[in-house]
């Protein structure tokens, strides 16, 4: 989906140059997950890997748009195998999770991207218990489930997590996002206290807090039509820079405007944030 607002194209993200013979050293021959790769960032990394060597899990609950990708995918350099799954499940976890240790060469990288957002205020959340269990299940619990199970794995193959975050975790919390933002910044600090850990096994972790990228997700934010987003290719192409650069995160240049602003304002960023256009709530 590269559907481009006018303010997409004057704000600068800073370019990412990929260099593809060490992205190439990197995955070819190896086994890289990505979960939510139906859509958004995760189906267009895909298909930027599929000119390498490399072994592909895609999983996410739409098969049809998994085995379309792989059609796409396969016409490439690049092998895919299709796993359909609803990560919050507990069955069809533990599912994927055989699947993978079933592997005969392991799983070396995994993109921990699937996740749901949702746009609601307080006051028409008050019935709605459920939006808070779905997002902290699909942002925290389905990755923490899918580390500690793979742990062991990719300790033994030197391998390494990329999560996919957001940089509002980085800054004040906004009002109509505590769903999102409560459960995105709960693997965050999850991931940033285990990390050390990891190393310690040998598994390298690196985080991308990504700002506003034109997918799926934002769509039902009527607002968030002419505010300036990253194209999920560029977002693609963060995150595979990630597996070869050896840092730790990536954030935009901006953050450090951003965060003074948050220090200085606290909640009242808010204002800063576009106005909702109607009642309800978004998801995506
Ligand atoms: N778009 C943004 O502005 C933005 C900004 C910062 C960070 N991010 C992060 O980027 C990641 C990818 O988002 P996106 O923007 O590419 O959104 P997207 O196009 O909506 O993609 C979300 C992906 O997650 C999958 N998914 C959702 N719930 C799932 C579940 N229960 N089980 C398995 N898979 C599930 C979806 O597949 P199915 O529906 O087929 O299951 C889809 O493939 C998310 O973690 C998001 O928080 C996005």
Do not use: C
């Amino acid at each position: 989906m590269e559907r481009r607002g006018f303010l997409d194209k004057v704000v600068p993200f800073q370019p990412v140059f990929l260099n593809r013979e060490k992205l190439g050293r990197r995955i070819e021959g190896k086994t890289v997950l990505i979960t939510g790769a139906s859509s958004g960032i995760g189906q267009r990394l895909a298909l930027l890997l599929s000119e390498f060597k490399v072994h592909l899990v895609v999983v996410a609950r739409r098969e049809d748009r998994l085995l379309a990708l792989k059609r796409e995918v396969e016409a490439k350099a690049a092998r895919v195998s299709v796993f359909a799954a609803d990560l919050r499940d507990e069955e069809q976890m533990g599912r994927l999770l055989d699947f993978l240790h079933r592997l005969p060469d392991g799983v070396d990288i995994v993109v921990s991207n699937a996740g749901h957002s949702i746009h609601r205020s307080i006051a028409d959340s008050l019935d709605r218990f459920h939006d808070f269990t779905r997002t902290m299940g699909i942002n925290f619990f389905a990755p923490v489930r899918l580390m500690l199970a793979l742990a062991p794995m990719l300790a033994r193959k030197r391998g390494h997590i990329v999560n996919v975050s957001t940089v509002s975790v980085l800054l004040a919390p906004v009002p109509h996002w505590a769903a999102y933002l409560a459960s995105k910044g709960a693997f965050d600090a999850w991931i940033r206290s285990a990390g050390p850990e990891l190393a310690g096994m040998g598994i390298s972790v690196s985080s991308v807090y990504l700002p506003l990228v034109r997918t799926p997700m934002i769509e039902p934010t009527a607002a968030y039509r002419q505010a300036p987003a990253m194209s999920p290719d560029h977002a693609a192409r963060v995150i595979a820079r990630s597996f070869y650069d050896g840092k730790r995160a990536y954030k935009p240049w901006w953050l450090v405007f951003g965060q003074l602003a948050s220090l200085l304002l606290g909640h009242r960023m808010a204002m800063f944030m576009p106005k909702r256009r109607s009642g309800g709530g978004g998801e995506g």
